[in-house]
């Protein structure tokens, strides 16, 4: 490192050879191409094969084109580039599809007449009938375990921000992060089992219950984090008028973080209006209309999707049915995500920044 | 290997905000420039479009010329990662990488290139310890963690992180702003040995560190809040600190306003 | 604070003394203070009730399976709760847990830290902004969904792949093929493994995210390419977090029912091809054998559903315990 050494160097230090701005995109064409081209001439039928020659020619061709322009370490840098968009792409289309299969297949029988009738005289196997049963049912289990876990929720979260100090905040807090990671199956057999000890028959309410576990640690979550937004001034200029800590939290603290807290439980909604497992053990289904959720079996859409996939030993007319019904859980979940996101875009400027 | 700098017509944007308007100036081999003036001027952002950092915001953008020995840095087909490591930097918070040892953090900018020798790297790394005027403090514990150390023994470590690739010109952003008094006057010493060897240039709140340490001195200021920040003068330190030549950098110096 | 001092001092007190002021000030003198502190604080020993009857439940239930079970719980290779004496283990379900999850993890990971990484760090800011949306929304569709889409798009699409892995990696036992329909433990991993994506994707992004930018210019200023940025300044930093991320998503993958339900059809034996159908999962074992189930077979399916629950417990709680310590971590580092 002397400066005798420095001097040698050639004038162009700063200078590097660069591949051409169009060059990934012409590789990435060439890879295709030649993807394409090797299926075609190996008589290759899935997608999924092309794509994948398609994605490591690209990679491959990326790294021996850049090492012999640019040198080893760009074309380490531009083997990065390239894996990461690859990685991208390969997330990307499982999920297009998904999107694609729902909507395509799901309008197919998806009408008013679907919508508003139930499976009453209709086989599994059978075209005809809707989903009018599911969505009463989801509609008050869903319902139900909401009235249940979103106070139990919201109260805790208040008592873990404004009150909790030393070990049962702690306890608190531990156990809701492992509550939000217990699976739903597991929330059911917890009822089962109790409702085996007392001997009861399925029935809707029980299926609120489990579904109100799996809420409540995503409603505790979401509200503490808006309840740490509420800043302390605004408490402190409240208690300082002499108002009680109660009538604080009900009245200043609350009311400024409502939006917040009402996108976590609309969010939380939306999470369990999709859980199949608990209802399947609980609720077990019903091909008719029951509007009582406190007694007898209960239909839900989720579990409706997974008796017509199930029960309908590959009936077409089955499997349109469960896409329209998937479309219309999809469409349900998307629109709560969307309105909740929305709530917590409109409130945000009056709780932070 | 310390190099020139010559900088004509240069202007830096964030997004459609100017930042810095027309700034041209010549920095000397071999001596140290700072750059004062109130916050917000812009001398930050001028500096950082001496390595091409400037770029590295979202929306950053710059036009002018940079000449590095009569190379335009900003020319077509420069690689922006190669004048990154001929005009290293030293940032206004200590910045060691916190998962690296004392020795690893030296060594980085070396391992970039890859083709060194154990015992080559260990010189290299003991050299800029040396240079950095740490390495009588931390000899005996160099796989320990960098972030360990206090803050002035971290920026130089720092600092013997950038001079360990042995750049041509080494840039300064507040160096000593996060510092105490006691590690300042250890980094304005180290300054004064390393202006042998390097280009430096420093930006500077601290009026008394740019008269102790400087060659010269340009003043930047900005005619209102949202303006772009401008070159006023710059001459040498002493001349500037005693009889400068625009009343601005006189009101400046002597707390009139800033 | 107990009852008794509250009925000694009226709370509307005119001229409240310094004694009175100390306690208003911990709050819980006046009645609301206490009711509504009583209803919080109730709120969160209830949640403690809850877990603790969870595991009390299950465990009472699961007892009562393994004492009349006349096979070894832990190694038995059959399921028959049905049968006089009923005979029934979990090693099927272990094995085929773990295998799926594993495959689930292996695919999704890599992919996930390097979506990550590409909205981090590599997508056009325009671009970042919405695709992280859309994951956030992914993350929302039901599973049961998934497992529609697995069973019916996924499986007929995945013949091709099987014939090839067979075709060159056959010889490894891993990836032979015997021909039967891909309803086996590889698509099902590849299915949990788009199911964890938007999970790992999004906590992975929040760490990212979190690197302080003064590393990345650290690097960037001794002359890094931007790969050697994520590698010097921005992995390092994020390990520990990518780490629990993934064990979030493991915590996901072991515990999903529906989707292996739909797409799995299920033997209870092992199979050592990742390609043949066969073998099962706690939670698709639960939801598949359940309608048939009688009252023995109903408590051995908890006692299974126990396992399942401890598993996801230190899953999910060693994935808590390296955050919070990151949290420590990055804290003293601040």
């Known amino acids: 490192m002397s400066n005798a050494v420095i001097a040698d160097k050639p004038r162009s230090t700063l200078r590097g050879a660069r591949l051409p701005k169009w060059a990934p995109y012409a590789i990435a064409a060439g890879s295709l191409a030649v993807g394409i081209g090797i299926s075609l001439a190996a008589g290759l039928h899935s997608n999924i094969q092309w794509g994948l020659i398609a994605a490591v020619l690209f990679v491959v061709g990326t790294y021996v084109i850049a090492a012999r322009v640019e040198g080893p370490r760009q074309a380490k840098d531009r083997i990065a580039t390239s894996l990461v968009w690859v990685a991208f792409l390969l997330a990307v289309i499982p999920l297009v599809s998904l999107v694609w299969s729902t909507i395509s297949r799901g309008v197919k029988v998806l009408d008013i007449y679907f919508l508003t009738h139930s499976m009453g005289l209709i086989a599994d196997s059978e075209p005809g009938g809707g989903i009018y049963h599911a969505i009463i049912g989801s509609l008050e289990q869903v319902g139900l375990a909401t009235v249940i876990a979103a106070p139990i929720g919201v109260l805790t979260a208040i008592y873990l921000v404004e009150y909790g100090r030393g070990n049962l905040a702690r306890a608190v807090t531990f156990f809701v992060d492992v509550m939000t990671g217990i699976p739903s199956i597991v929330a059911g057999l917890f009822i089962l089992s109790i409702m085996l000890m007392f001997e009861m028959q399925p029935f809707g309410f029980a299926g609120s219950m489990a579904l109100a576990i799996l809420m409540m640690p995503v409603v505790v979550r979401s509200t503490e984090e808006m309840l740490k937004l509420v800043p302390n001034e605004l408490r402190e200029a409240s208690l300082a008028l002499g108002v009680p800590k109660w009538r604080t939290i009900l009245k200043v603290v609350l009311p400024t973080s409502l939006g917040g807290i009402t996108t976590g439980i609309m969010l939380a909604v939306a999470r369990i209006a999709g859980e199949t497992a608990p209802v399947l053990l609980l609720v077990w289904g019903n091909s008719l209309i029951n509007s009582n959720p406190f007694e007898g079996a209960q239909q839900s859409l989720p579990l409706y999707i997974y008796q017509q996939y199930a029960n309908s030993a590959g009936s077409g007319a089955a499997y349109d049915r469960a896409w329209a019904a998937s479309l219309t859980l999809i469409a349900f979940v998307m629109i709560l995500n969307l309105v909740a996101r929305g709530i917590a875009r409109w409130k945000a400027p009056k709780t932070g920044r | ?258 | 604070m107990d009852t008794k001092e509250i009925t000694d001092t009226p709370p509307p007190a005119p001229q409240p003394t310094p004694a009175e002021q100390k306690r208003a000030a911990r709050g819980a003198t006046r009645p609301g203070d206490r009711i509504f502190l009583g209803l919080s604080r109730g709120s969160g020993i209830l949640l403690l009730v809850i877990m603790a009857a969870i595991a009390g439940f299950l465990t009472y239930r699961a007892s009562i399976a393994i004492s009349k079970d006349e096979a070894n719980f832990f190694t038995a290779f059959e399921w028959n709760t049905g049968v006089v004496p009923p005979r029934f283990g979990i090693a099927v379900l272990v094995f085929g847990t773990i295998v799926s999850s594993i495959v689930a993890m292996v695919i999704a990971v890599p992919i996930a830290v390097a979506i990550a990484l590409f909205l981090t760090h590599y997508a056009p800011r325009r671009l970042s902004g919405p695709i992280a949306y859309v994951i956030d929304l992914l993350a929302a569709v039901p599973s049961i969904v998934y497992g529609l889409w697995g069973a019916l798009v996924l499986v007929p699409n995945m013949n091709g792949l099987y014939g090839w892995l067979d075709d060159y990696l056959g010889w490894t036992g891993i990836f032979s093929w015997q021909g039967g329909a891909p309803r086996s433990m590889l698509t099902v991993g590849i299915l949990l493994a788009i199911m964890i994506l938007p999970i790992i994707t999004n906590v992975s992004r929040e760490v990212f995210r979190q690197v302080p930018q003064m590393h990345e210019e650290a690097a960037l200023a001794l002359g890094a390419t931007r790969w050697e940025v994520i590698r010097m300044a921005v992995i390092p930093f994020g390990r520990s977090g990518v780490i629990s991320a993934s064990m979030l998503g493991l915590g996901r993958a072991l515990g999903e029912t529906m989707a292996v339900a739909t797409v799995l059809s299920p033997t209870f034996d092992i199979q050592a091809s990742l390609l043949d159908p066969g073998g099962g999962t706690f939670a698709q074992n639960i939801a598949s054998k359940f309608s048939e189930a009688g009252d023995i077979g109903r408590d051995a399916l908890i006692a299974s559903g126990l396992v399942l629950f401890v598993i996801t417990l230190l899953v999910n709680g060693g994935a808590r315990a390296i955050i919070a310590r990151r949290k420590e971590y990055s804290g003293a580092n601040a």
């Open chain 2, 1 to 258: 290997m310390a190099k020139r700098i010559d900088v004509s017509g240069l202007t830096a944007y964030y997004g459609s905000h100017k930042a810095i308007d027309d700034i041209s100036m010549t920095v000397e081999p071999r001596s140290v420039t700072a750059f004062i003036g109130p916050s917000g001027c812009g001398k930050s952002t001028f500096l950082r479009t001496l390595n091409r950092m400037h770029e590295v915001t979202p929306g950053g953008r710059v036009e002018g010329k940079v000449l590095l020995d009569d190379e335009d840095l900003y020319g077509h087909g420069i690689d922006p990662v190669s004048v990154r490591r001929e005009v290293g930097m030293v940032f206004q918070r200590p910045n060691p990488f916190p998962t690296m040892s004392i020795f690893d953090n030296v060594a980085a900018g070396l391992r970039l290139n890859g083709s060194y020798k154990k015992s080559e790297l260990a010189d290299v790394v003991e050299k800029s310890l040396k240079g950095a005027n740490l390495w009588n403090e931390v000899k005996d514990r160099l796989n320990k963690p960098g972030s360990g150390l206090s803050g002035g023994q971290q920026q130089r470590l720092c600092i013997a992180r950038a001079i360990a690739v042995e750049p041509n010109v080494l840039l300064m952003d507040e160096p000593c702003s996060a510092l105490d008094p006691i590690s300042t006057l250890a980094i304005e010493d180290l300054i004064g040995e390393l202006k042998e060897r390097f280009t430096i240039v420093i930006v500077t709140h601290n009026m008394q560190q740019a008269a102790r340490v400087s060659d010269r001195t340009a003043f930047f200021n900005l005619s209102a809040v949202g303006q772009p920040g401008k070159l006023i003068e710059i001459d040498e330190t002493e001349r500037i600190f005693s009889n400068p030549s625009v009343q601005a950098t006189e009101d400046y110096i002597s707390g009139r306003f800033g």
